[in-house]
């Protein structure tokens, strides 16, 4: 049996996801698709929508077989730690290729940029010092080195947040000496931060949250644009828990926590560096809302991203020594979900896979894990506390989802 | 000009507050009333109804002439540190004089109480420890001993809650060999924690919370036992700011804290002892509010307001290292407000007083009052981000209030 890695955070599952499947499974001629998925917290430093374990059920019922959580360590990162951990655990579970979407969908162009930075890293890093003090910020500076470099040839354009993630992808395999093989699919229509709807049945994720967070009550349906198990799994989360998971719920708590920390305290999280935790402090009892807060604290230095990914760290208490090692690999696979072909590819895997397969959360407490239970209870008083009360207790009870 | 020390929290001041005012006065035969009040955060580990700039108010328009704040090292503690706070304050003032209310009322049987105990504190102790023995909490211990040891004897009963304070009042008057002299007046009809209106005019704070607090809609009006300042104040608080401070308020951001931080962190808190950070972190997930997390915590061992004091402390961040030091004495005066007569009163009084007078934060930035502050902050939060930004600004521009 082959399986075909693919590399997601579905916050929600929507028709678009559904092509990527589709595609993924066509290009490699695989037998299983085996999604890493970020869990509750994402790598832009967002609360998903709904929690991982709905997350994983519209995974498995619209075409992947097995969803294995990435590690709140890997998923609330820059890229290139990102891939780090999503490469290793499909590496781990034996994946024969990975396909990720892209918006330049040659897998060739790719491995020629690669080549090409590799030869070139000092001017590379050259160019980025230059551009850096131009006073725009990192994730900027590298993109235009990127763009300046590689003007006149055939390279992936590295501006593209599809595109620059697929990079790290392939960087990862090939530092990991994977045998795994990169597939690309281009992706529809759909810009990644495409806030309006494209076509009649893709649109973006951040779209399809726009309407589903408008209090608008003749927004447009998202109905058209996600599959109806999506859509009904939407609706149950809603009523069962009473609402979706978005950051100004989170505000109070973050903003409670800027005022009752020391400045020293602040220091101790991962990326509060260079003075910021006065920054973060000062604008916390001013501010009225998330929103607000991000408006007053961005600069050209810290991208609104990189921003989030840090009130994230402070929202779980994520420390620097907690979060600074073992950034290389995975350590262990926490099993979500799996159809029964998924369970078929696991069952025969079983004596290859080369990390723990954790199913049930009483057999296993190494740190990483714990910080990863903590954060999903964190995530989940983000609708209040009874809600959090049942929300939290998936985490310890929930076996992995079984669809047959 | 001669002056009188009341020790208080007026959580809300009403008529019972307006005659022990009044017969401090008659019974020290003083020019002025120095109140030393509980800031945001109050004795039993609880939030003021209200801001401390509007109890302020309704005290300085019913009798009393100099409000100055106790320090949350002092205010959220013990009766025994709490006196010793309070009692300092007034000393560095320069009271002749100290009244307090009391079921007892009979000054003599205080320091007949006193010194009895104080010849046969071995005694005690030993009676002490016999009942702790029993499964009792340590007040109750205490209140069962001194009981016990003061049967047939003209002793004050120390299980009454205003007996308690006074006793050690008195007993930190004694110890800090101050000059004030201790008066005592019985308190009128309302039992501290009487919940039910008592008489006609007097009602216990206990019930005009309560009353308060209700969503029945009639509920007793709270109007005939408040000053009508006092009434107005609570109807322009609640229109100002959305609301009254209650735990339940609060329990978001306790849950969250206790979640988010690690046992180590918990039991940096002050008074977090013997495991009990596990127990407190163990119950929060699973509550739904602050009242299910106190029933689901509290033992015989760890009474309600003891529990309610260390939940203050984690919400404020409270450190052993920063609560344990200068618990002895106060180290400054916060001076809250004055009527024209406490004004000409401090003038003249300027050059004897011991303390550090501050009316302005800007000039004066030492650790304890750093403190307050946070604390303050913290509590603005209990009425959600866009009133805690108005609130907190009171903290650093309101100027001690002036009533001509």
Same mark, same amino acid.
């Given at each position: !049996?082959?399986?075909?890695?693919?590399?997601?955070?579905?916050?929600?599952?929507?028709?678009?996801?559904? *092509?990527?499947?589709? @595609?993924?499974?066509?290009?490699?001629?695989?037998?299983?698709?085996?999604?890493?998925?970020?869990?509750?917290?994402?790598?832009?430093?967002?609360?998903?929508?709904?929690?991982?374990?709905?997350?994983?059920? !519209?995974?498995?019922?619209?075409?992947?077989?097995?969803?294995?959580?990435?590690?709140?360590?890997?998923?609330?990162?820059?890229?290139?730690?990102?891939?780090?951990?999503?490469?290793?655990?499909?590496?781990?579970?034996?994946?024969?290729?990975?396909?990720?979407?892209?918006?330049?969908?040659?897998?060739?162009?790719?491995?020629?940029?690669?080549?090409?930075?590799?030869?070139?890293?000092?001017?590379?890093?050259?160019? $980025?010092?230059?551009?850096?003090?131009?006073?725009?910020?990192?994730?900027?500076?590298?993109?235009?080195?990127?763009?300046? !470099?590689?003007?006149?040839? &055939?390279?992936?354009?590295?501006?593209?947040?599809?595109?620059?993630?697929? *990079?790290?992808?392939?960087?990862?395999?090939?530092?990991?000496?994977?045998?795994?093989?990169?597939?690309?699919?281009?992706?529809?229509?759909?810009?990644?931060?495409?806030?309006?709807?494209?076509?009649?049945?893709?649109?973006?994720?951040?779209?399809?949250?726009?309407?589903?967070?408008?209090?608008?009550?003749?927004?447009?349906? $998202?109905?058209?644009?996600?599959?109806?198990?999506?859509?009904?799994?939407?609706?149950? *989360?809603?009523?069962?828990?009473?609402?979706?998971?978005?950051? &100004?719920?989170?505000?109070?708590?973050?903003?409670?926590?800027?005022?009752?920390?020391?400045?020293?305290?602040?220091?101790?999280?991962?990326?509060?560096?260079?003075?910021?935790?006065?920054?973060?402090?000062?604008?916390?009892?001013?501010?009225?809302?998330?929103?607000?807060?991000?408006?007053?604290?961005?600069?050209?230095?810290?991208?609104?991203?990189?921003?989030?990914?840090?009130?994230?760290?402070?929202?779980?208490?994520?420390?620097?020594?907690?979060?600074?090692?073992?950034?290389?690999?995975?350590?262990?696979?926490?099993?979500?979900?799996?159809?029964?072909?998924?369970?078929? *590819?696991?069952?025969?895997?079983? @004596?290859?896979?080369?990390?723990?397969?954790? @199913?049930?959360?009483?057999?296993?407490?190494?740190?990483? $894990?714990?910080?990863?239970?903590?954060?999903?209870?964190?995530?989940?008083?983000?609708?209040?506390?009874? @809600?959090?009360?049942?929300?939290?207790?998936?985490?310890?009870?929930?076996?992995? $989802?079984?669809?047959?």
């Amino acid at each position: !049996m082959k399986a075909v890695g693919v590399i997601v955070e579905y916050n929600p599952f929507h028709n678009g996801h559904a *092509y990527h499947v589709q @595609s993924a499974k066509e290009a490699s001629g695989a037998d299983v698709v085996v999604a890493v998925m970020s869990g509750n917290f994402l790598q832009r430093g967002e609360p998903a929508l709904v929690s991982k374990w709905y997350r994983t059920k !519209m995974a498995l019922l619209n075409g992947v077989d097995v969803v294995i959580e990435l590690p709140y360590q890997f998923a609330v990162q820059k890229a290139e730690t990102f891939a780090n951990g999503a490469v290793s655990i499909l590496d781990a579970v034996g994946c024969h290729s990975l396909c990720f979407g892209s918006e330049s969908g040659d897998i060739l162009s790719f491995k020629k940029t690669i080549k090409f930075i590799e030869r070139n890293q000092q001017q590379l890093d050259d160019n $980025i010092q230059k551009n850096i003090k131009t006073g725009v910020s990192y994730p900027k500076a590298l993109s235009l080195s990127y763009q300046e !470099m590689s003007s006149g040839e &055939e390279f992936v354009n590295l501006a593209k947040p599809n595109n620059i993630l697929g *990079y790290h992808y392939i960087k990862s395999l090939l530092e990991q000496n994977s045998h795994i093989e990169p597939l690309t699919v281009q992706r529809k229509n759909a810009d990644y931060h495409d806030e309006h709807f494209a076509t009649e049945t893709i649109a973006s994720a951040t779209s399809i949250r726009k309407a589903l967070f408008s209090n608008n009550e003749d927004h447009p349906s $998202i109905e058209q644009y996600v599959p109806e198990t999506t859509y009904q799994l939407l609706k149950d *989360y809603q009523f069962d828990f009473g609402g979706f998971h978005r950051w &100004e719920n989170y505000w109070p708590l973050l903003q409670f926590r800027l005022i009752q920390s020391s400045p020293n305290e602040l220091r101790e999280i991962y990326e509060v560096e260079e003075g910021l935790e006065h920054r973060l402090k000062g604008a916390a009892i001013t501010s009225i809302s998330f929103q607000d807060f991000m408006q007053q604290v961005k600069t050209k230095r810290y991208t609104w991203t990189r921003l989030q990914r840090i009130c994230v760290h402070i929202l779980t208490n994520s420390k620097k020594d907690e979060m600074k090692t073992g950034l290389e690999k995975a350590s262990y696979l926490r099993l979500l979900g799996m159809t029964q072909k998924g369970k078929e *590819y696991l069952n025969k895997q079983k @004596s290859h896979v080369s990390l723990p397969l954790v @199913s049930k959360l009483s057999a296993f407490k190494q740190p990483v $894990i714990m910080h990863d239970i903590k954060a999903s209870q964190i995530y989940s008083l983000g609708l209040g506390s009874a @809600s959090a009360a049942r929300l939290s207790q998936l985490e310890y009870k929930q076996p992995p $989802i079984y669809i047959k």
